[in-house]
T-cell receptor
Framework: GAGVSQSPSNKVTEKGKDVELRCDPISGHTALYWYRQRLGQGLEFLIYFQGNSAPDKSGLPSDRFSAERTGESVSTLTIQRTQQEDSAVYLC??????????????FGPGTRLTVL | AQSVAQPEDQVNVAEGNPLTVKCTYSVSGNPYLFWYVQYPNRGLQFLLKYITGDNLVKGSYGFEAEFNKSQTSFHLKKPSALVSDSALYFCAVRDKGNYGQNFVFGPGTRLSVLP
């Protein structure tokens, strides 16, 4: 079946512009995660959605970052007034039941964001 | 707080030789442990996980990992490396007792298998 998809695959923007990144999770997965991966570094947790519960936003680096999720489907990560340090690959993952279980996260291919 | 360490940034091994990618963790309770692999320009792919039971876990592509509670380690191993195994490997942990707490990923280890 279809995996996690993300769009766009690449995004180049100018400093100060807003960007929206999209994630389509695997159908039926209740949990959705956003991570940031800077060049040559590990994954940095950003935000986590679980069903209708309030999202865990503890990883968002600043108030320029926000994310929404419509029910148990698509999520968008928005970065306002982008800065050069926002340049990274943004990875989305989904899992069937969420972090209160043993289930596995399945990752999308990522969106590579470059802020000039 | 939970944490994961991957002490080697880079591991080089000759094709056909056994490989080990190291991971140590810290959690307040009992852990769930995962290994993921990232090929160039691709997302992360799940390799294997330890939840409970047998300390030796077998996963995809011939990889296995051994959970060692006393050493708080979960090293990834493969008996005979392939050039196609060259990739970035991430270890991740979550504390079983902390529902709602998210996974923490290690910084990654780049594996290069030389022909």
């Amino acid at each position: 079946g279809a995996g996690v998809s993300q769009s766009p695959s690449n995004k180049v923007t100018e400093k100060g512009k807003d960007v929206e990144l999209r994630c389509d999770p695997i159908s039926g997965h209740t949990a959705l995660y956003w991570y940031r991966q800077r060049l040559g570094q590990g994954l940095e947790f950003l935000i986590y959605f679980q069903g209708n519960s309030a999202p865990d936003k503890s990883g968002l680096p600043s108030d320029r970052f926000s994310a929404e999720r419509t029910g148990e489907s698509v999520s968008t990560l928005t970065i306002q007034r982008t800065q050069q340090e926002d340049s990274a690959v943004y990875l989305c993952a989904s899992s069937l039941l969420g972090s209160s279980s043993t289930d596995t996260q399945y990752f999308g291919p990522g969106t590579r964001l470059t802020v000039l | 707080a939970q944490s994961v360490a991957q002490p080697e940034d880079q591991v080089n091994v000759a094709e056909g030789n056994p490989l080990t990618v190291k991971c140590t963790y810290s959690v307040s309770g009992n852990p769930y442990l995962f290994w993921y692999v990232q090929y160039p320009n691709r997302g992360l792919q799940f390799l294997l996980k330890y939840i409970t039971g047998d300390n030796l876990v077998k996963g995809s592509y011939g990889f296995e990992a051994e959970f060692n509670k006393s050493q708080t380690s979960f090293h990834l191993k493969k008996p005979s490396a392939l050039v196609s195994d060259s990739a970035l490997y991430f270890c991740a942990v979550r504390d079983k007792g902390n529902y709602g707490q998210n996974f923490v990923f290690g910084p990654g280890t780049r594996l290069s298998v030389l022909p």
